[in-house]
């Protein structure tokens, strides 16, 4: 969980992959600096979730089975 985005880039030069999982609402936060997210294009996998908990995790495991694989993390 990131806050600001040096933390985030202080992260990714420690060798961290950042994963955004996103889930829409009806509801903005626009007024709060700290929940306003990252941009995508600063994180190496960006998931949405808009499933039950069980297929989202169902979800997360299958791209992790790749992913893992990509980043030489396997």
């Given at each position: 969980?990131?806050?600001?985005?040096?933390?985030?880039?202080?992260?990714?030069?420690?060798?961290?992959?950042?994963v955004?999982?996103?889930?829409?609402?009806?509801?903005?936060?626009?007024?709060?600096?700290?929940e306003?997210?990252?941009?995508?294009?600063?994180?190496?996998?960006?998931?949405?979730?808009?499933a039950?908990?069980?297929?989202?995790?169902?979800?997360?495991?299958?791209?992790?089975?790749i992913?893992?694989?990509?980043?030489?993390?396997?």
């Amino acid at each position: 969980d990131l806050s600001f985005d040096n933390d985030l880039i202080h992260l990714q030069n420690l060798g961290a992959i950042i994963v955004k999982i996103m889930r829409l609402t009806i509801f903005t936060i626009d007024t709060i600096f700290t929940e306003r997210g990252f941009d995508d294009s600063m994180c190496d996998l960006v998931i949405e979730n808009k499933a039950t908990i069980e297929d989202f995790t169902q979800h997360i495991k299958d791209i992790f089975s790749i992913k893992l694989k990509e980043w030489n993390w396997l």
